[in-house]
């Protein structure tokens, strides 16, 4: 018998989100948990844990889907390496799979994300596109031909750690100046707080439970009050996140550019300068073609969508 | 009757080089002539005169491919610019299939050579990898899952106009420190003129009827003399270009980057500091996983091979 519903599950540094979908793509059922702060095999029960509940809903599934802040391989099966969980060279598809009795299929969280809105979400109309996922970091999938673009590795569409400027700050990852430390959310609260002198501190916004959501939501209540040095911030962010953006537009040739993550929950906010700031660069690029700037439109959600439905193809929307 | 030749033809700003080739690669016939610098429909004459010269020497080729250094839109059939060229909007492959006879395709420059390194040469082994042209200017074609990517429009892997440094010189693409601009063949002679206060000359190298060539065989028949200003060029050239490779290795995850165009006949003089410059800015991508950087084999004819091989192909090696 043909599943009626799929199983998708998006694991990140502060909740593991799942959920029940049917094949148009509406959610059924959804669950959050926090994301045990331990050692890998907790967090893997927390996933075990969250696969069987949703199960519960959903008899019917065969496959599970786990988007991933992460490094996946190739073969979607293990966890090279990530920058947030605990995991390196982790067997977590097989592991799972093995206590679950199903397919189990990994996937980066950013590439689940932008496979979600092309199935489902402002991603649609389009065959070559990326996904931008603005978080505490900056990822992004990348669509082509209407394929989710692996590379050799799996490790494709790693924007985050392309350089806007080599003399900016240093980033964790050995360079300086990447969009990571110039666009992501942790950059909009720095921006914010230079600009503000003093501002909301990191330590207050963790004591919130959710570090990186307090501070978009606190920043963008702001800008969309009016606040100028909330606006000032969005305004940095979008002009690194432009070029960045268009270094990866250049080599790409998109035909849509989509906003996604936390952070683009801001919608005009930060769409609007890094459009502007995107136009700027692409002056002879845009002499002959035009490529849109959009914001997601699945929200948090995006990245177990997408797991799932990819998680229900067999061998996945790849040419291998 | 099944073709056993194909024809090719590469134009650049300078020479139009021809070739007929058997299906295993081999070159059974090369011609060159220069390109006439008038208007659109002298170089067109040039073509179609190129095309009947090959064709007397292969009469039973049915496809004439022809490399473009510009951008051609996803049909393959017009040149939509061309920044060396005077194009814009040519419907070329029209136009010369009408005089021909013969199915005609248009492919990008680099984009051709990608692919003939991936049939007859260094990329035989990788399905996914990416060729950058290292010539006047700057290209890249990129190869992923085995397809060649062209993007929502024809016009991905323009390499040459991602930012390496925001403070940079200006490029005529309206941008400061593209790779263009601190890497290519013309950035090497500037460096070296720089380095050495007074040099080479434009104008000198201008008189010799090939620029580019011209300056690319003395800075690099300095450099193998033990020059250190020559080397010194060179060490310039690699540091700018390993940094702009680093951001398309982080977004594409090839298996492989081959170095190619003109400079790249200087071989290790400039894949030593090239990869020494990738490795640096990899540090965290290569704790996972490695990416190979190795120089063209097919040298000036790959272009003119990969474009023919392409035009053999029924709909060519895309998904769509």
């Known amino acids: 018998m043909t599943p009626t519903h799929w199983i998708g599950i998006d694991i990140g540094a502060t909740k593991i989100l799942g959920c029940v979908l049917d094949p148009t793509g509406t959610i059924v059922y959804q669950k959050t948990v926090l994301t045990p702060q331990a050692d890998p095999r907790s967090i893997e029960d927390a996933l075990f844990d969250m696969a069987r509940s949703l199960l519960v809903e959903s008899n019917d599934a065969k496959t599970v889907g786990i988007a991933v802040a992460g490094w996946i391989d190739r073969s979607?099966?293990?966890?090279?390496?990530?920058?947030?969980?605990?995991?390196?060279?982790?067997p977590l598809a097989h592991n799972l799979s093995a206590r679950l009795g199903l397919t189990v299929i990994l996937e980066n969280d950013a590439n689940a994300a932008a496979w979600g809105e092309h199935e489902f979400g402002a991603g649609q109309s389009f065959d070559d596109f990326f996904l931008v996922t603005i978080g505490s970091g900056i990822g992004a999938g990348i669509v082509t031909d209407g394929l989710l673009l692996r590379g050799a590795h799996g490790l494709a569409g790693e924007l985050g750690h392309t350089v806007v400027d080599p003399n900016g700050p240093p980033c964790p990852c050995g360079r300086r100046g990447c969009v990571n430390i110039l666009a992501s959310g942790r950059a909009l609260q720095q921006h914010f707080e230079e600009l503000r002198g003093v501002g909301l501190s990191v330590s207050q916004a963790s004591e919130a439970g959710e570090e990186d959501a307090v501070t978009g939501y606190s920043i963008t209540a702001a800008a969309r009050a009016g606040d100028p040095i909330a606006l000032q911030a969005f305004a940095e962010v979008g002009e690194s996140l432009g070029r960045g953006i268009a270094d990866l537009v250049m080599c790409h040739d998109p035909a849509a550019v989509i906003l996604g993550g936390g952070v683009a929950a801001a919608g005009e906010l930060l769409r609007g300068p890094t459009e502007a700031s995107l136009r700027r660069c692409?002056?002879?690029h845009e002499s002959v073609v035009q490529t849109e700037v959009l914001v997601a439109l699945l929200g948090p959600s995006a990245g177990a969508l997408g797991v799932a439905h990819l998680a229900s193809l067999q061998g996945g929307p790849y040419t291998t």
């Open 282 to 284: 692409l002056v002879a």
């Open 76 to 90: 979607r099966r293990t966890v090279l390496f990530s920058p947030l969980l605990p995991w390196s060279m982790e």
